[in-house]
């Protein structure tokens, strides 16, 4: 473990991926995640192992990200919502070749060029795929400085794991705010097992291929099945939540990311009036950590879902609850942040209403 | 306990290293703290913000709509800021640049002419740390143990001289609010 | 084919198919000593699989294959050498390269190869392109790569069409030629002009060898060969950027017969793209 140290988001990501035995990095500028190339050049230039390409686009550098997997290293590349969209063709190759990779995604108001504010418009891109075809990726979703550097060593070892490429979402926020952090151990990308499918030159072994066409449809079957197999036991293994005062409550706000944190303020305030509320943070996007919320909202009054965006992680907490308790929606898109005062004046109303309507 | 401080001025006055500087006191005396720069188009036009929180507690949301203390390096920032303020909280002024006061009966102010301070002991460039100094001394938000510290940090590799300066300034800026009490 | 069985029967009245030797072709001089000897002088080259080619009749795809691996076997670099093929035609190239083979999209193997290449520099890096995937959708990546003089080594075909697809209008159809989607004809106001890619790549800093060359007859393919291992060599000099275009027929999007594509390459396609070494700085 390092000594605890202050320091940007953006830099987090790149320390702990540099730590998790990353030695390569692919990008192109954008804000607000820029600090974290920057980061990477800067370290890369100080190592002989570390390889940091400025690519001419989004689109090249997730090809580059592809190219460098293949030859087994872990590799790192970084955007923020414009360019994710960008790198959506390279990623659904990536699941198609299962080949692992972290991308970063410090999101920004959208659609289109947006702004560069904090928002959370781009989890339907993150969770159902965002590319074409019939693919997941894992999505986490860190919302202090510690966890940004601890879901890193976690994206990186199970990009690995489950040879499939892992998101981490964060904001323009999450990236350039300071927070104490400690960093774990570093990895030594020598000491970790041999990839045996990993494009190395075919010496003293067969020839390998790594590919996504199949032009025979029941093999391009069997590509899709085992995928999803292999998705299922993601599911099984890794879903995350952290379930903040939720034993005793009657209602439950539902957010990640930095919603989440303003979530807990707004928690914190409400119980401080007598409101029994918790909080539900899902930590893993997808795989969706419905199952705890949904054996638990039999008990409850209400859920709140609060994202900043129009409304779309909503869709997975009403997937989960299946109507065994009312699902209501509060969103801020475009990159507006939200108060705890105004979201404790959210989960105040939406708890009245329902003692009124039980009274 | 959560404090919320904003720090704003120009570009060159130091302002992101105030919070950065305070940030890290924070940190050394195991609280809870977090270090919001302003970013992106917001810094272009020469004006520079940050938002500071040190808290007992888990912090919730690192920004801070009415934060309990401003600083305003300059006129802009207190017309900027002047009504974010909480209720009771506490503005400070850099009197050397605004001569005007807030239009608010609700808050404290503290005014001190931190680039005559600066100046007079031969550290212009050191206003900032004056200013943090004052912030410290009136707020007790960090230990000045602590924030000597912090320079050291934050300045780490840099000239001895410059460290020393800086923590000079600070303590100039304490000692500002002892005399003025 | 019928002469190649008798010659193979030759020596001990068998045919062995699994001998290397039987797949190649030898030839018999009578020595004085009136010795039958043996001598291999055309055989199938140990980077190129033993499996068909789903290449069309007349297509040059099959030969330049043969072309790059020749020059693998020559070089002795098989065991480090990786492959990135395209989509297009040859996205199947890694069934017939007996070489560790990454696929990229379309248009992205400049980049792919940029990724596996700065984490293997000691290996060999090549990407096999059509036109449509290199002078098209994948112009961004092969310019930036050429400028970087990233080491890497394009072959790039040009059969001055969409080949997979079925024939569309590429960057490199001719003014005037027809294709399914410029039905009467490429007009360069209204479809553009045929991109010279090549001359383009020329410009950029960072690379060192390109020549143009043709399949179309037998001059042309030593040609290409020679070019190819010079391209190849380029990378192994560690100097930049290398690639070899590669006039191709495509009787069947051409809708010609084998000879008249041949032709047509030699008469008309290398007026606008003439044969030529376009820099050579390597």
New interface residues.
């Given amino acids: 473990m390092s000594a605890k140290t202050l320091m940007r988001g953006t830099h987090v990501l790149g320390e702990a991926a540099i730590r998790s035995g990353c030695r390569a990095y692919f990008g192109y500028p954008i804000t607000p995640q820029n600090e974290l190339p920057e980061y990477m050049a800067s370290e890369f230039a100080k190592r002989s192992d570390g390889v940091f390409v400025q690519a001419e686009s989004e689109i090249a550098s997730i090809n580059m990200v592809i190219g460098a997997s293949a030859t087994g290293a872990r590799v790192m590349t970084s955007s923020s919502s414009p360019g994710v969209s960008l790198k959506q063709e390279g990623i659904s190759y990536l699941a198609a070749m299962e080949l692992p990779a972290v991308i970063v995604n410090m999101m920004r108001g959208g659609p289109g060029l947006g702004n560069i504010a904090p928002a959370q418009g781009d989890y339907f891109q993150a969770t159902r795929g965002g590319g074409h075809g019939d693919y997941r990726v894992i999505v986490l979703s860190p919302a202090y400085g510690q966890e940004i550097a601890d879901m890193t060593r976690q994206a990186v070892d199970q990009a690995d794991k489950y040879r499939t490429p892992v998101m981490i979402r964060g904001d323009g926020m999450m990236g350039q705010m300071m927070e104490p952090v400690v960093f774990p151990e570093p990895i030594d990308p020598a000491s970790l097992p041999v990839k045996e499918w990993a494009l190395t030159g075919a010496k003293d072994r067969p020839s390998r291929i790594i590919r996504s066409l199949w032009l025979d449809p029941p093999k391009e079957e069997e590509l899709n099945w085992r995928l999803m197999r292999k998705y299922e036991a993601i599911t099984e293994e890794i879903s995350d939540q952290e379930a903040y005062l939720c034993e005793d409550a009657d209602i439950v706000i539902v957010a990640y990311g930095t919603a989440a944190r303003i979530a807990k303020g707004a928690v914190h305030r409400v119980r401080s009036h007598g409101v029994k509320a918790g909080l539900y943070r899902p930590k893993t996007l997808w795989p969706f950590p419905g199952s705890l919320l949904a054996s638990m909202s039999r008990d409850l009054d209400n859920i709140v879902v609060f994202e900043m965006s129009a409304g779309q992680m909503v869709e997975d907490v009403r997937l989960s609850v299946e109507g065994k308790c009312p699902v209501t929606f509060y969103g801020r898109p475009g990159g507006v942040v939200s108060t705890p005062e105004e979201i404790s004046g959210v989960l105040t109303s939406v708890s009245a209403g329902k003692a009124k309507k039980s009274a | 306990m959560s404090l919320k401080i904003i720090f704003s001025g120009f570009g060159g006055q130091g302002v992101l290293m105030m919070g950065?500087v305070l940030?890290?006191a924070g940190?050394n005396e195991d609280k809870?703290?977090?270090?919001?720069?302003s970013?992106?188009?917001e810094v272009r036009g020469g004006t520079a913000n940050c938002t500071v929180v040190v808290s007992d507690e888990?912090?919730?949301?690192?920004?801070a709509?009415s934060p309990e203390f401003v600083v305003a390096m300059n006129y802009p920032s207190m017309v900027k800021y002047q009504n974010m303020v909480k209720s009771g909280g506490t503005m400070f002024l850099n009197s050397d640049l605004i001569t005007e006061a807030p239009s608010r009966e609700d808050i404290n102010l503290c005014k001190a002419p931190v680039n005559t301070l600066a100046h007079d002991m031969g550290a212009d460039r050191s206003l900032n740390m004056v200013m943090l100094g004052i912030v410290a001394a009136t707020t007790g938000m960090v230990s000045k143990e602590a924030l000597l510290q912090a320079i050291e940090k934050v300045l780490q590799g840099k000239k001895q001289s410059l460290i020393d300066m800086n923590q000079k300034a600070l303590e100039a800026g304490m000692k500002y609010v002892a005399d003025n009490q | 084919m019928l002469a190649l069985e008798k010659l193979k029967k030759a020596p001990d009245g068998k045919i062995d198919k699994n001998k290397p030797e039987s797949q190649g072709i030898s030839v018999f001089s009578h020595r004085h000593t009136g010795v039958l000897d043996v001598k291999k002088i055309f055989s199938r080259p140990k980077s190129l699989k033993d499996v068909p080619f789903h290449y069309c009749p007349g297509c040059g795809h099959s030969v330049i294959h043969r072309l790059v691996c020749e020059v693998i076997d020559e070089l002795g670099i098989q065991d480090r050498t990786i492959g990135v093929p395209p989509a297009g035609c040859a996205v199947l190239a890694y069934n017939y390269f007996d070489l560790d083979m990454c696929e990229a999209p379309h248009g992205r193997a400049a980049a792919v190869a940029t990724g596996i290449k700065r984490m293997l520099p000691d290996h060999v890096v090549f990407t096999y392109q059509g036109d449509g995937d290199i002078a098209a959708i994948g112009t961004a990546e092969t310019i930036h790569a050429a400028n970087r003089g990233e080491r890497v080594t394009c072959i790039f075909v040009n059969n001055a069409v969409y080949g997979m697809t079925g024939g569309q209008m590429a960057p490199t159809t001719l003014p005037g030629q027809v294709t399914t989607t410029s039905p009467g004809g490429r007009k360069p106001l209204r479809d553009g002009n045929p991109l010279d890619l090549s001359a383009m790549l020329a410009l950029a800093a960072g690379s060192v060898f390109i020549e143009r060359t043709t399949v179309a007859n037998p001059k042309g393919v030593n040609r290409t060969k020679k070019a190819i291992r010079k391209a190849f060599q380029a990378q192994l000099d560690d100097k930049g950027f290398s690639l070899v275009e590669v006039l191709s027929p495509c009787p069947t999007n051409w809708k010609m017969s084998p000879v008249d594509s041949i032709t047509w390459v030699e008469e008309t396609m290398s007026k606008i793209f003439p044969i030529q070494v376009i820099k050579d700085v390597a």
Avoid: D, K
């Avoid at chain 2, 809870?32 to 720069?37: A, E, G, S």
């Avoid at chain 2, 888990?58 to 920004?63: L, M, R, T």
């Fill in positions: 950065y940030a890290y940190m809870h703290v977090t270090f919001l720069p970013y992106g188009a888990e912090i919730a949301s690192p920004i709509s």
